[in-house]
């Protein structure tokens, strides 16, 4: 799949820009607060934009179809990360927390991948 670089850099800034709300928002409402605000969907919602930047019709129709079925299963796969994690990380400690709700992600991402793409 072909990305444009105007594609790209709108998701970089918006990215980060969300990133950055999170840490403004974390630093000024509390950690609660901050940690709902990082759940903001911003790599989705960019994806969507800037799809329109190199598909169009029923190409770009079904690229957003494609990107919001993906976006469901990873919503949810984040859930279970942020509960394994809040979890793991008073028990084990945060580095080791971390590092295992990663690898967790990553497994589980890797086996949806794999099961549905068939």
């Given amino acids: 799949m072909h990305v444009s670089l105007s594609a790209l850099l709108i998701r970089f800034l ?48 079904s690229h957003s179809i494609i990107i919001s079925k993906g976006a469901i299963w990873g919503m949810a796969i984040n859930i279970l990360v942020a509960i394994l994690a809040g979890y793991l990380l008073p028990k084990i400690g945060w580095k080791r927390g971390i590092i295992h709700s990663m690898v967790c992600w990553l497994v589980v991402s890797m086996v949806v991948v794999v099961i549905t793409s068939h």
């Fill in 14 to 61: 918006l990215g980060g820009s969300a990133v950055l709300a999170c840490t403004l928002v974390a630093k000024k409402l509390g950690e609660k607060a901050g940690g709902i605000f990082a759940a903001f969907p911003a790599v989705y919602l960019a994806a969507l934009l800037t799809i329109a930047l190199d598909f169009r019709g029923g190409e770009l129709v």
